[in-house]
């Protein structure tokens, strides 16, 4: 069954350091999103990226963060100088064409911020 | 904020069918309910979605009130593997974001 696949599954960084995490959503969808998890709390959306561009974000989402599809089957997304209190679990998620379906989520990265 | 109101909890014995109820009375008439689940801290999975009719699929049923205010999620022979917190969500056609709450935690007992 497709999946959506998620590197590194934990990434520990220094405050003020910039850090990139990865997925590959699954390859014949055409929506992808990032959520994230602190530990504890509620499952909040980031972003959603759709035809080469960001369709929706969060307040969450500020000058900070970027998304990018750098080639055909990768999604990013970046954290220019990261804070203490970006550690949590990133989640990426995609859904086909149809965007009333399911969004499908991967196994997440935690990230750890020092 | 989240649209939907869930029990904390809930306990189900294994091989019994699981009913997890959501209130959603301020549903409008262009939005789905989706249920999703999360075992422990991986990424939450899909489950089911629903406009107005019932729905079925390999993991559950999703059996929506006439009027829409309310929903039940149905596994009909829950496994301890089902043990997890599941989250009803109500969401529009022209909005890409998941707004989760809480959720139900769902026990699954031998």
């Known amino acids: 069954e497709p999946e959506v696949t998620q590197t590194p599954s934990h990434q520990v960084t220094q405050m003020g350091q910039e850090v990139i995490l990865r997925c590959v959503p699954i390859?014949?969808?055409?929506?992808f999103y990032w959520y994230r998890q602190i530990l504890g709390q509620k499952v909040e959306f980031l972003v959603s990226?759709?035809?080469?561009?960001?369709?929706?974000k969060s307040e969450i989402f500020d000058d900070q963060f970027s998304v990018e599809r750098p080639d055909g089957s990768n999604f990013t997304l970046k954290i220019r100088s990261t804070k203490l209190e970006d550690s949590a679990m990133y989640f990426c998620?995609?859904?086909?064409?149809?965007?009333?379906?399911?969004?499908?989520f991967g196994a997440g990265t935690r990230l750890s911020v020092l | 904020d989240a649209k939907t109101t869930q029990p904390t909890s809930m306990d189900c014995a294994e091989g019994r069918a699981a009913n997890l109820p959501c209130n959603h009375s301020?549903?409008?008439?262009?939005?789905?309910v989706y249920w999703y689940r999360q075992i422990h801290s991986q990424g939450p999975q899909y489950i089911i979605h629903?406009?107005?009719n019932n729905e079925t699929n390999e993991m559950a049923s999703l059996i929506i009130t006439e009027d829409r205010k309310s929903s039940t999620l149905i596994l009909p022979h829950a496994t301890l593997r089902d043990t997890a917190v599941y989250y009803c969500?109500?969401?529009?056609?022209?909005?890409?974001?998941?707004?989760f709450g809480t959720g139900t935690r769902l026990q699954v007992f031998p």
């Open positions: 998620a995609s859904s086909p064409l149809d965007r009333v379906g399911g969004q499908y």
């Open positions: 390859s014949n969808h055409l929506y």
């Open positions: 990226f759709y035809n080469n561009e960001i369709s929706e």
């Open positions: 301020t549903i409008s008439g262009n939005e789905y």
């Open positions: 629903g406009l107005k």
């Open positions: 969500i109500v969401r529009g056609y022209n909005t890409d974001k998941l707004i």
